[in-house]
């Protein structure tokens, strides 16, 4: 049994194999020539394939609806609701958008512009200026549609898509497309005008060329191109994760090897709730890092709830850091004061000069040492002078 891993891997190839990447094609301004492809007819290619309402894969287009700038990556999506899947991340994450957005959430406005699905209609041409291209697929507006297919209503065209003319000779035309791109427009808009060959002609004078380009199911080959995208991816482009998604379906050997702790593109690993405006409502990391970078830090939750409404600082969410500008360097630190110069020393005696006995004994210290020594010299005067008087008697 082929495991989901080994089909997307497998789908993977069909979708990035170089030498079968879909060649999409855009008119040049001015004059282009074309040719619309029929629907594909397994029995017969070169047979035309009649219409049945019923069934959409025998008209030669598909119309659906896209988001060319989805989610956190920007990038372009075919939301799952409109083909009837339940399980569509889209219609979640728009909902909660617009929820956000009617409490006054600029943010939320500001990305539900981006997240706003378009109508398409698509089919498969030939550039006769490029035939050696193959078949190409031109994504258009229902407008253009609408003109296409009043060349179709038109009796004396009739289905212009026709590989070969019928038995009355009707069908099987080229159409010419006069492209106006809108910086050549008066009025800013891009301008198309179809006019259908005048003569029926075969889709290419080679038979083998035309089972070439009729051989195949070009619908069913490149269903990305024009059906629901897969959940996953979808949930993926609203995270802003495209690229782990994708690394994991390189990597990914098979569902069952992958460890439990695996990490996956779920939502609830890059969505928190926050309150905002007195409402509890699910944000991106994205999200919680442009609001910090206004200043609001904003109060939020995991999604399981487990932990209770914290600021986002407190789960170490911080502001996405800007470029510094640079800033003029510090002044240095103050000048010195300047030495102080002591003053001069006394200057040595001449040579020869008698200054008697240097004293480094402080000068009050001298003064009563001189005291005391007079005093002594004057009791030892007066002794003297009372030997010599007893000694004068004896």
Same mark, same amino acid.
Not at 82 to 104: H, I, N, S, V, W
Not at 313 to 329: L, M, N, Q, R
Not at 360 to 375: F, G, M, N
């Given at each position: 049994? /082929?495991?989901?891993?080994?089909?997307?891997?497998?789908?993977?190839?069909?979708?990035?194999?170089? &030498?079968?990447?879909?060649?999409? =094609?855009?008119? $040049?301004?001015?004059?282009?020539?074309?040719?619309?492809?029929?629907?594909?007819?397994?029995?017969?290619?070169?047979?035309?394939?009649?219409?049945?309402?019923?069934?959409?894969?025998?008209?030669?287009?598909?119309?659906?609806?896209?988001?060319?700038?989805?989610?956190?990556?920007?990038? +372009?999506?075919?939301?799952?609701?409109?083909?009837?899947?339940?399980?569509?991340?889209?219609?979640?994450?728009?909902?909660?958008?617009?929820?956000?957005?009617?409490?006054?959430?600029?943010?939320?406005?500001?990305?539900?512009?981006?997240?706003?699905? @378009?109508?398409?209609?698509?089919? =498969?041409? %030939?550039?006769?200026?490029?035939?050696?291209?193959?078949?190409?697929?031109?994504? /258009? /507006?229902?407008?253009?549609?609408?003109?296409?297919?009043? %060349?179709?209503?038109?009796?004396?065209?009739?289905?212009? *898509?026709?590989?070969?003319?019928?038995?009355?000779? $009707?069908?099987?035309?080229?159409?010419?497309?006069?492209?106006?791109?809108?910086?050549?427009?008066?009025?800013?808009?891009?301008?198309?005008?179809?006019?259908?060959?005048?003569?029926?002609?075969?889709?290419?004078?080679?038979?083998?060329?035309?089972?070439? =380009?009729?051989?195949?199911?070009?619908? $069913?080959?490149?269903?990305?191109?024009?059906?629901?995208?897969?959940?996953?991816?979808?949930?993926?482009? %609203?995270?802003?994760?495209?690229?782990?998604?994708?690394?994991?379906?390189?990597? @990914?050997?098979? *569902?069952?090897?992958?460890?439990?702790?695996?990490?996956?593109?779920?939502?609830?690993?890059?969505?928190?709730?926050?309150?905002?405006?007195?409402?509890?409502?699910?944000?991106?990391?994205?999200?919680?890092?442009? +609001?910090?970078?206004?200043?609001?830090?904003?109060?939020?939750?995991?999604?399981?709830?487990?932990? !209770? =409404? @914290?600021?986002?600082?407190?789960?170490?969410?911080?502001?996405?850091?800007?470029?510094?500008?640079?800033? +003029?360097?510090?002044?240095?630190?103050?000048?010195?004061?300047? !030495?102080?110069?002591?003053?001069?020393?006394? !200057?040595?005696?001449?040579?020869?000069? *008698?200054?008697?006995?240097?004293? /480094?004994?402080?000068?009050?210290?001298?003064?009563?040492?001189?005291?005391?020594?007079?005093?002594?010299?004057? #009791? #030892?005067?007066?002794?003297?002078?009372?030997? &010599?008087?007893?000694?004068?008697?004896?």
């Amino acid at each position: 049994m /082929t495991s989901k891993a080994e089909y997307l891997r497998k789908k993977q190839k069909e979708w990035q194999t170089s &030498g079968e990447r879909v060649s999409f =094609w855009r008119p $040049k301004p001015g004059v282009n020539m074309i040719r619309i492809l029929p629907p594909f007819n397994p029995e017969n290619p070169l047979e035309y394939r009649e219409f049945d309402e019923d069934d959409p894969t025998s008209i030669y287009f598909r119309e659906y609806e896209y988001v060319y700038s989805a989610g956190e990556a920007e990038k +372009k999506i075919i939301p799952r609701a409109q083909f009837g899947f339940e399980d569509c991340p889209f219609e979640e994450y728009r909902t909660e958008l617009e929820r956000r957005a009617q409490m006054g959430d600029k943010l939320a406005q500001k990305r539900l512009k981006r997240n706003t699905p @378009q109508r398409a209609l698509s089919m =498969w041409i %030939i550039d006769r200026a490029e035939e050696s291209k193959g078949p190409q697929y031109w994504e /258009t /507006t229902p407008n253009n549609g609408y003109l296409i297919s009043n %060349i179709f209503a038109d009796s004396w065209f009739f289905d212009i *898509d026709r590989p070969l003319p019928d038995k009355e000779d $009707k069908g099987a035309r080229d159409l010419k497309v006069v492209y106006t791109p809108r910086e050549e427009a008066k009025n800013g808009i891009a301008k198309y005008e179809f006019v259908a060959a005048p003569k029926a002609t075969p889709l290419h004078e080679n038979e083998q060329i035309m089972l070439k =380009w009729l051989s195949e199911d070009l619908w $069913k080959k490149y269903p990305r191109l024009h059906t629901a995208h897969d959940a996953d991816y979808i949930r993926a482009v %609203i995270n802003g994760t495209v690229e782990q998604y994708l690394a994991n379906l390189r990597n @990914q050997d098979s *569902d069952d090897d992958e460890p439990e702790d695996a990490p996956s593109s779920n939502a609830e690993e890059t969505r928190w709730w926050a309150s905002l405006m007195g409402e509890s409502v699910q944000i991106t990391v994205k999200e919680i890092e442009e +609001k910090l970078a206004v200043g609001d830090d904003v109060m939020i939750m995991p999604l399981d709830q487990s932990v !209770p =409404w @914290q600021p986002a600082s407190a789960f170490g969410f911080k502001a996405p850091v800007k470029e510094e500008v640079p800033t +003029k360097p510090p002044a240095g630190p103050p000048a010195p004061p300047p !030495p102080v110069v002591p003053s001069a020393p006394t !200057p040595p005696p001449a040579p020869g000069a *008698d200054v008697g006995q240097q004293h /480094t004994t402080p000068p009050s210290e001298v003064e009563s040492l001189q005291a005391q020594i007079a005093a002594l010299q004057a #009791q #030892q005067n007066q002794a003297n002078a009372a030997d &010599g008087m007893e000694n004068s008697l004896s």
